[in-house]
Structures are given as structure tokens and as C-alpha cells.
């Protein structure tokens, strides 16, 4: 019942900009933590910014000063706003949530499909 849907992936020249969107859509009545996950060709995904409920937030050292995870509570939407970008910010990026269906629910972690962000000259 839960989906995560992002868009806003495409290509961008080295120190361009995107902003990633992730449309949560369904039943979650606990939400803990939403994040931005990525997987360079060949490698294993990693975390690249993370939003608890309460609003902290924390960056992949990778990525600090330059993305910014938002999230808009009315249109049920994490951002994630990608600046000063790299080639080596290529990278196909997941949009997850960890939370509870219900308060009786134990907590488990829910994907999107991905979005593929190409930073290349």
C-alpha cells in the first residue's frame, strides 16, 4: 500500500543542479526516517542524506555543503536538492522510508524504483 515515486533525474554538466523529488503515496502512520540512498555503477548503495521525523538531518561526508534534503509534509514529498554537482555523484537515487504501516507495526523500509542522475561533461 506504501509507494515511493522520484523523478527529477537527468543529465547535468559537472557544478550544475537538480533537485530530486519522491512522492510518498499510502498508509504510514509512523514515519522514522526518510533518505536518499545512491549506487554508482558497480558499486553498493550508500546513504547520501537522511531526514528523521523531528527534521535532523545527516549527509554522506561525500555530499555535505552541497545536497539538502527537505521534505513538503502537505504535498506527502522529500527533496532532495542536489548542487555543486560531480561526476562522481552519478548514480542512480533511491528514495526510502523507514517507518510503521501502524503503531502496531514493527518498522521496516520501503523503496522506490530510482532515479538515475548523470553528471558528466
Known amino acids: 500500500q506504501v509507494q515511493l515515486v522520484e523523478s527529477g533525474g537527468g543529465v547535468v554538466q559537472p557544478g550544475g543542479s537538480l533537485r530530486l523529488s519522491c512522492v510518498v503515496s499510502?498508509?504510514?502512520?509512523?514515519?522514522?526516517?526518510m533518505g536518499w540512498y545512491r549506487q554508482a555503477p558497480g558499486e553498493e548503495r550508500e546513504l547520501a542524506a537522511a531526514m528523521t521525523s523531528g527534521g535532523s538531518t545527516n549527509y554522506a561526508d561525500s555530499v555535505k555543503g552541497r545536497f539538502t534534503i527537505s521534505r513538503d509534509n502537505v504535498k506527502n514529498t522529500v527533496y532532495l536538492q542536489m548542487n555543486s554537482l560531480k561526476p562522481e555523484d552519478t548514480a542512480v537515487y533511491y528514495c526510502?522510508?523507514?517507518?510503521?504501516?501502524?503503531?502496531?507495526?514493527?518498522?521496516?523500509?520501503?523503496w522506490g524504483k530510482g532515479t538515475l542522475v548523470t553528471v558528466s561533461s
Open positions: 526510502n522510508l523507514e517507518g510503521r504501516r501502524t503503531l502496531f507495526h514493527g518498522a521496516m523500509d520501503y
Open positions: 499510502g498508509s504510514i502512520e509512523v514515519i522514522i526516517r
